[in-house]
């Protein structure tokens, strides 16, 4: 019988592992922004032409380095990054994330509370377009592909969906204009609903495109807050007013009590299809 050392056991451990991941992915996300965003600095590129090609490299790194991080650490093939069923996994999670958005939206909008200030070019989408999709790649990596894939293995996908929420929901917390109840929000909505696109596709690509497709049409079409940050260059500029349970205040659309709802729904749909993939603790 091969004998396990005190040194592979540590490797082998789940906290080990996440650490390590953790770190090398975000090591290798923030000199991926900083090396590029000094090289194109010494072009004649525009801002807007810096900022996605920067965005684009970064997020690509960080998909990389982790694929071959983890591939080499658990010695396995990296299937959450597999190449199968990528095209309707993207299409299908993009169309969910701007379904919930403009739902939650809609409310708003019920209540009197959206109002059209402006149309803008559509040069201006180019930076919320860069931030969403990098924001989410390198999110959902952090928090499903690693956090909550390796939580799952060792206390299964309800212990793992609880705790991802809460961890999602806290990291929220130092935004600004955060409170406890816009983490909460976030912790629902997002927690829950990555958790459960990441179960029902076993890849991160489902999880990455709602994450995208939500946040992008929340700052770069509704001209909206994004998670209490300050507004970027929008498609539509907008004045959203009312009741902060409906229009989520100063944090924006994803606190409010209808983006909660629409959110949950969605997660338990997901989970309903997914019963046959919840690994048991």
């Known amino acids: 019988m091969k004998t396990i050392t005190t040194k ?12 390590f991941g953790l770190l090398v992915c975000f090591i290798a996300f923030i000199l991926a922004q900083r090396l590029t965003g000094k090289l194109l600095d010494l072009t004649s590129l525009n801002k807007n032409s810096r900022n996605l090609i920067k965005g684009i490299i970064a997020a690509s790194t960080v998909i ?41 939206i809609l409310v708003i909008i019920f209540n009197g509370g959206f109002e059209i200030v402006s149309i803008n070019p559509i040069s201006n989408i180019i930076i919320p377009f860069t931030v ?4 989410a790649i390198f ?44 983490g909460l929000c976030v912790g629902i909505e997002a927690g829950f609903l990555m958790g459960a696109a990441y179960i029902y ?36 500029t907008t004045k959203i007013t009312g009741s902060e349970l409906i229009t989520g205040g100063e944090f924006g659309p994803e606190g409010t009590i209808q983006a909660i709802i629409f959110c949950l729904l969605a997660a338990i749909i997901l989970m309903q299809l997914s019963k046959k993939k919840i690994i048991d603790s």
């Open 8 to 19: 592979q056991r540590i490797l082998n451990a789940p906290i080990t592992r996440i650490l």
């Open 132 to 135: 969403a999709f990098t924001v």
């Open 139 to 182: 999110e959902e990596i952090l928090i499903r592909g690693i956090i909550f894939r390796i939580i799952e293995e060792k206390l299964g996908s309800y212990i793992s969906l609880l705790i991802t929420a809460i961890i999602f929901g806290a990291l929220h917390l130092a935004n600004p204009n955060s409170t406890v109840l816009s």
């Open 201 to 236: 596709a076993r890849n991160l690509w489902f999880p990455i495109a709602i994450h995208f497709a939500w946040n992008f049409m929340q700052s770069g079409v509704f001209g909206a807050i994004t998670s209490g940050n300050e507004k970027t260059s929008s498609l539509l």
């Open 64 to 104: 990389f380095t982790y694929i071959y991080f983890y591939k080499k650490y658990e010695k396995r093939e990296i299937t959450e990054f597999s190449n199968k069923g990528i095209a309707k996994y993207i299409i299908i999670g993009t169309l969910i994330g701007i379904s919930l958005q403009c739902l939650t």
